[in-house]
């Protein structure tokens, strides 16, 4: 502004303005954060016992065979999401992405079970699953065929919980990928038409390298999120059976509220951040580097 | 009471100096134009006296009293602005009140003003209405009219006309012109169109390159340009400028022979200007015309023709290189590529010397 | 004119086939347990196909209007999601006019810590944050289930991008006009990002609505349960309890709230949620 008492008034605002929101901000959000990685490397119990261990949380979680076991899992659960989800999320975003009441109609469909939260959609799924009055099994019996015990199988589990999860996580890449469809500059489809393409050229060759950055998008946040299911397993199956379905959430879920014992509990939430950075960051990092840089 | 008073202005963004030294005084009811191109500091010179820049050195004074150290809003200045910057989501009459409500005039007084204004500017029957609902000339006035309310002592216009189509444009002028004569205020225009500034302002005040380039009325500024910057500036079509070296002095007014020969007696006094030394004569459109069949004149090839009803602008190019403007009255039947003699009126030439220092021709008896 | 981008062609009758089951999978495990709430749960335990035939019955959502913790549920939900939305949208709105706006030391830098907030997952805090509320005594409480969604750095950064993008004239005109910088932020520019705001709300309200892990450690006693909690310890307790339709009727009664929210903003929703991919 014009002058140093007016320069000074501005400084003051700006803190006034910022403020609130920083101050919630640092006491919820930072000290928890500097909190985790100090108490990770502590023996601590929900009571506020401490004993100072060093990385030896970190040294057994690594040789935990309960821990692989879950880390197995939520890799063959994100494997299993993932690449089927953007696949049919892109399909759908094309085929939708049209004017028209049916359209329209459509996508409020495919978008509507983002709004339920994971314990509606754990209730739902429960009773098409389940072999005692779930809709799956009267269908089944309906055609003189047993019922599947998908949530008591421990092969099933985890296919299981992937349905569900695909179910409820539609809505979203669907989204994105609209928006980022409809970023698409009218005029290179002219353009393809008047050069003779095909439809399955322009998709190949204009319209996915298009989206590609959204398509990145939506495979980082959708692995990032899979890797950190927790409700489904929780409460679908209770992380079994035998720890079948315990996904690695679901473990520092039960270390610390079922054991007490914070300080593993939170060294194995750091190493499963850092490995969500560390894919998230690859994933970016794999597609981006034949790029040119943006403008 | 006094106006408006730069003193020493100077302001820098990081290591770029953009304005240098500026001083100005202006009286009270003056009409003042800032006239430049872009990037001139023109802008910047404005955006000072209304306090949205903070200037680096020097004072700012209004009435007197010292404006620089003080808020915006607290200097008795209004502003217009170039898009108006009408607040989108309230009524005209709430878009004027606002200054006169944080200012805690009393409401009757507010009410008072806006119906004067609105009459005055003709918006009474927008006033409810909100500015999406508006035309741009309606807007502008309302513009206009929430800087009246103010009762400012200084009126600062932020390139008014540069957004209107012609017809508009012309409406706005005689609108600006009246508003001078309501008020009783000070009005600074900031335009870089110089038909603008020398149909409306008493003065202007021409800024180039940092610096005040001449301060003067449109006859001065038209008739003596300070340097060769203002001569080139001011009149449309430009003033043209060709190399000429000064070769010899008779009755005390210098001669210039131009690049390819041609001796020009000029009416320019020899005061201030060496023999010898390399010039630039400076002629205006009007006082070059095309040779009379068979007369004498400076040979040249017609690039542009410029025919607007009334008289035709000749663009030429002198063999040697340099660039002239003549006229011609009516439809002329020059065409490009014509080799024509131009004649010069050497008695209305100027001389600009080398240093940047313009000299005038003394006035015909 | 199509929209730019859409596809000019018209779908195949098989992809349009394809698309039509595509929705039916969708909505039938919704209507599966529409139905199922309409029977009674003695007639459920009998027979499990009982649901696909009549009779139905409402007795499940008159027991749960009739006084069922459900009411208690809903009643937190609202609080804690309308706390948190009302929250988020003060605090998202000051911190954006600031930092879109004001020039202060360290301005950047303090804009560069929020950002890296989006990074940050939920895991990495929820346990010491646990601690550091359990140390503040603010467990099973409203305040301690509504400050974690104050921390949303998506809300200041997409306020603050919003703030950025109203012309810098109106900041000039109202200075002139006098206007303090707090009347500037409240009169001026605030009432024109109300279509941020709109958008910012309904977001928020989502995710604190359909907050799970949080309020499940931080409300341990069932009167300060969520709907979204209390759902979840009915199921768990399903098997004492075998109350199939009424479980199901518990769903939808969760369910109606958030689709009259989804159907009512759903422009609002797609623009957030979009929103997010156009950086």
Redesign the interface.
């Known amino acids: 502004?014009?002058?140093a008492?007016?320069?000074w008034r501005e400084r003051l605002a700006g803190y006034a303005f910022v403020g609130p929101f920083l101050a919630v901000y640092a006491a919820v959000l930072v000290v928890p954060l500097i909190m985790g990685l100090y108490i990770s490397l502590n023996n601590a119990d929900l009571f506020g016992r401490r004993e100072w261990v060093g990385l030896a949380n970190y040294v057994q979680a690594m040789g935990d065979p309960v821990l692989h076991q879950a880390l197995g899992n939520t890799l063959v659960l994100a494997l299993l999401i993932v690449p089927p989800l953007t696949a049919i999320a892109l399909m759908l975003a094309l085929a939708l992405n049209r004017p028209g009441r049916l359209a329209a109609v459509l996508r409020g469909v495919f978008f509507s079970s983002l709004v339920l939260s994971v314990t509606i959609v754990t209730l739902i799924w429960r009773f098409i699953l389940v072999p005692d009055a779930g809709l799956i099994a009267e269908g089944l019996e309906a055609l003189g065929r047993p019922p599947i015990p998908f949530l008591s199988d421990p092969d099933l589990v985890i296919p299981a919980i992937a349905v569900t999860t695909l179910w409820w996580s539609l809505g979203f890449p669907i989204m994105l990928l609209l928006a980022g469809l409809q970023q698409v500059p009218g005029d290179i489809y002219e353009a393809a038409a008047l050069d003779g393409a095909s439809r399955w050229t322009v998709l190949r060759r204009i319209t996915l390298p298009a989206i590609r950055r959204t398509l990145l998008l939506v495979v980082m946040l959708q692995t990032a999120a899979q890797l950190q299911i927790f409700g489904q397993a929780q409460l679908l199956t209770g992380g079994g059976p035998g720890g079948a379905s315990r996904t690695i959430v679901l473990y520092i879920f039960e270390v610390s509220f079922g054991r007490w014992e914070l300080g593993y509990a939170t060294a194995i939430a750091e190493l499963l951040f850092g490995m969500i950075l560390t894919l998230t960051l690859l994933q970016y990092w794999l597609v981006t580097r034949h790029e040119e840089p943006r403008p | 009471m006094s106006g408006l008073k730069l003193i020493d202005v100077s302001k820098s963004y990081g290591a770029t100096r953009v304005l240098d030294g500026v001083s100005l005084a202006i009286a009270p009811r003056e009409f003042i134009a800032f006239l430049g191109p872009s990037g001139s500091g023109k802008s910047t010179l404005l955006r000072i006296i209304?306090?949205?820049?903070?200037?680096d050195a020097g004072e700012v004074r209004l009435g007197g009293a010292r404006i620089?150290?003080?808020?915006?809003?607290?200097r008795g200045?209004?502003?217009v602005?170039q898009?108006y910057?009408?607040?989108?989501?309230m009524t005209v009459r709430e878009n004027m009140a606002?200054?006169l409500v944080?200012?805690h005039v009393p409401k009757d007084e507010i009410a008072r003003r806006i119906a004067q204004a609105a009459e005055i500017l003709e918006i009474t029957a927008q006033l409810d209405k909100k500015p999406a609902q508006m035309s741009g000339g309606q807007r502008q006035r309302v513009a206009i009219g929430?800087a009246i309310v103010?009762q400012p002592q200084l009126f600062l216009l932020d390139e008014p006309l540069s957004n209107l189509d012609a017809a508009l444009r012309n409406r706005t002028r005689v609108e600006l012109a009246q508003l001078r004569n309501r008020v009783d205020a000070a009005l600074i225009m900031v335009t870089h169109d110089q038909a603008e500034a020398m149909t409306l302002a008493d003065r202007i005040v021409i800024i180039n390159d940092r610096r005040i380039q001449q301060v003067g009325t449109p006859a001065e500024v038209y008739a003596r340009p300070a340097n060769a910057f203002v001569a080139r500036f001011v009149g449309s079509p430009a003033m043209a400028m060709l190399p000429a070296t000064l070769d010899g002095a008779e009755g005390g007014r210098v001669q210039a022979r131009l690049a390819e020969g041609t001796m020009l007696r000029t009416a320019v006094p020899t005061r201030g200007l060496e023999q010898g030394a390399a010039v630039e004569i400076g002629l205006r459109p009007e006082h070059v015309t095309l040779a009379a069949p068979g007369a004498e004149g400076l040979p040249a090839r017609v690039e542009l023709v410029e025919r607007l009803g009334d008289r035709t602008f000749i663009y030429a190019r002198l063999a040697g290189g340099p660039e002239i403007i003549a006229h011609a009255p009516g439809f002329s039947q020059v065409r490009p590529g014509d080799e024509v003699r131009l004649a010069i009126d050497a008695a209305a030439a100027h001389i600009f010397a080398a240093d940047g220092t313009a000299h005038h021709p003394d006035a015909r008896p | 004119m199509n929209a730019p981008g859409s596809s000019a062609s018209r779908l195949s009758p098989l992809a349009t086939v394809l698309l039509l089951i595509g929705a039916a999978i969708m909505l039938a495990p919704m209507l599966w347990t529409l139905l199922l709430s309409f029977k009674s749960n003695a007639a459920l335990m009998a027979d499990s196909g009982a649901a696909l035939s009549p009779p139905w019955t409402l007795e499940n959502y008159a027991a749960i209007l009739q006084g069922s913790l459900t009411m208690q549920w809903l009643v937190n939900s609202l609080i804690v999601a309308t706390g948190a939305t009302v929250g988020v949208l003060v605090l998202s709105s000051l911190a954006g006019y600031g930092f879109a706006r004001l020039e202060f030391p360290f301005r950047r830098t303090l804009f560069v810590v929020v950002l890296l907030g989006l990074a940050v997952p939920e895991q990495a805090v929820i346990l010491p944050r646990h601690q550091l509320f359990a140390w503040a005594g603010l467990h099973n409480s409203y305040p301690g289930l509504i400050l974690p969604s104050l921390t949303g750095s998506f809300g200041v950064f997409f306020m603050t991008q919003y703030f950025r993008a109203l012309?810098k004239?109106?900041d000039?005109?109202?200075?002139?006009?006098?206007?303090?910088r707090f009347?500037l932020f409240w009169?001026?520019l605030l009432?024109?990002t109300i279509p941020a705001q709109a958008t910012l709300g309904v977001f928020t309200f989502l995710a604190a609505w359909n907050d799970y892990w949080w309020p499940l450690i931080s409300a341990t006693t069932s009167d300060y349960f969520t709907l979204t909690v209390g759902l979840a310890s009915a199921q768990m307790n399903y098997a004492q309890t075998s109350g199939l339709g009424f479980l199901m009727a518990q769903a939808v009664f969760a369910s109606i709230p958030i689709l009259i929210v989804y159907i009512a903003f759903q422009k609002q929703i797609v623009r957030a949620m979009a929103g997010a991919a156009v950086r």
């Open positions: 502004m014009t002058t008492a007016g320069a | 209304a306090g949205l820049e903070s200037l620089d150290t003080l808020a915006p809003g607290a200045i209004a502003m602005f898009h910057a009408l607040y989108p989501h606002f200054g944080n200012a929430r103010k | 012309p004239e109106l000039e005109a109202a200075l002139l006009d006098g206007a303090s009347t009169k001026v009432p024109l």
